[in-house]
């Protein structure tokens, strides 16, 4: 780095810099691993989310690299590639929340309105039994 830069920029640059380093290191496993061997121990959905999120990562550094060439992303065909895979992200997420809200009805219990109602009658009737049982019982006396 030039010392004729700002300590802010160098501090921006060093913090830039380390995280690329992580992103480096955390992403290694995974491109140890062609992607057809992670593709085919996933499910549909998820095999569709790896695509989406392997797409908008790729583009997502590219355009994070023209920045730092000084080229300007926003008019580059980078940008469309990032917007025409955002519409793909929103639909997994509203197709997974729509999978988990039928998992969720599922595994909640149900009540059979049918047998509730027989419940409540039986102990409504047997209270109306027991009231005039201890009217009668008061009247005896």
Do not use: C
Request: charged share 30%; hydrophobic share 30%; proline share 6%.
């Amino acid at each position: 780095m030039s010392s004729d830069l700002p300590a802010d920029i160098k501090q921006d640059i060093t913090n830039f810099e380390n995280v690329l380093d992580r992103l480096e290191s955390q992403l290694e496993p995974f491109f140890k691993v062609p992607l057809k061997e992670h593709q085919g121990s996933l499910t549909p959905i998820e095999n569709a989310k790896l695509n989406v999120t392997v797409a908008y990562a790729l583009n997502s550094l590219f355009f994070m690299y023209l920045q730092t060439q000084g080229v300007s992303p926003h008019d580059h065909p980078v940008k469309t590639e990032l917007d025409r895979i955002k519409p793909y992200i929103l639909k997994l997420k509203t197709l997974t929340n729509e999978n988990s809200n039928n998992n969720k009805e599922e595994t909640k219990p149900k009540v059979d309105s049918e047998v509730v109602k027989r419940m409540i009658n039986n102990t409504l009737s047997s209270n109306k039994k027991l009231d005039n049982e201890s009217v009668q019982k008061k009247r005896k006396k």
